[in-house]
């Protein structure tokens, strides 16, 4: 199977511009979480997407958004870029095993706000 | 959600076991012990996970103390390749959060030829 891929790797964006991150799953997998990784805070959850509703939301400024369409892609958006959303954006798709869940996370997108 | 405690960084030697600890005092009966890994440049990885019993898969091997107030990741034989930060984490299957992983620092494990 394919793994998580994301799109694009690579972004540079101005400040007050908007951006949107792309996120295809692993086939079958019906969730899909993105998360925003900088040095000073690590690994933060932003939101999670299940049956195109979000169903957990981190705790981000509603500049963050995201959606998922029928066939589990999914999209963020970031809308009024700050420098400080320069960060590695992670998506990952869930899978359940027994009472639990396992996370295949992609690549990542490297946004530089500038 | 229960915290877990781990240490900043470790190293260990190329071919010999690594035991990474992870503290978790506050866990309840329902989280289920996790560990990613992050390699450079990557995404973090699904390395193991279990509830009460230890756990055998090809990457690595979980021990879970018997209070599972603690566990530790095994590596059996350390390569290059295993350099990363490792994560330990609890999940609440009683929960909805099932999509959200809480991240802490992590422990950088340290390879050396």
């Known amino acids: 199977k394919a793994g998580v891929t994301q799109t694009p790797r690579y972004l540079i964006k101005t400040r007050g511009q908007q951006v949107t991150l792309s996120c295809s799953p692993i086939s079958g997998h019906r969730s899909v979480s993105w998360y925003q990784q900088t040095p000073g805070q690590g690994l933060q959850f932003l939101f999670e997407?299940?049956?195109?509703?979000?169903?957990n939301k981190g705790n981000f400024p509603g500049r963050f958004s995201g959606r998922q369409f029928s066939n589990s892609r999914s999209e963020m958006n970031v809308s009024t870029l700050e420098l400080g959303d320069s960060a590695l954006y992670l998506c990952?798709?869930?899978?359940?095993?027994?009472?639990?869940?396992?996370?295949?996370f992609g690549p990542g997108t490297r946004l530089t706000v500038t | 959600d229960a915290k877990t405690t781990q240490p900043n960084s470790m190293e260990s030697n190329e071919e010999e076991p690594v035991h990474l600890p992870c503290n978790h005092s506050t866990i309840s009966g329902t989280d289920y012990i996790h560990w990613y890994r992050q390699l450079p440049s990557q995404g973090p990885e699904y390395v193991i996970h279990?509830?009460?019993s230890n756990v055998n898969n090809r990457m690595a091997s979980l021990a879970i103390a018997e209070d599972r107030k603690s566990s530790t990741l095994i590596l059996h034989r350390a390569t290059l390749r295993d350099a990363a930060v490792y994560y330990c984490i609890l999940r609440d299957v009683s929960s909805s959060n099932t999509g959200k992983l809480i991240f802490g620092q992590g422990t950088t494990l340290q390879v050396k030829p």
């Open positions: 990952a798709s869930s899978v359940r095993t027994g009472p639990s869940y396992e996370q295949y």
């Open positions: 279990g509830l009460t």
């Open positions: 997407y299940f049956s195109e509703t979000q169903r």
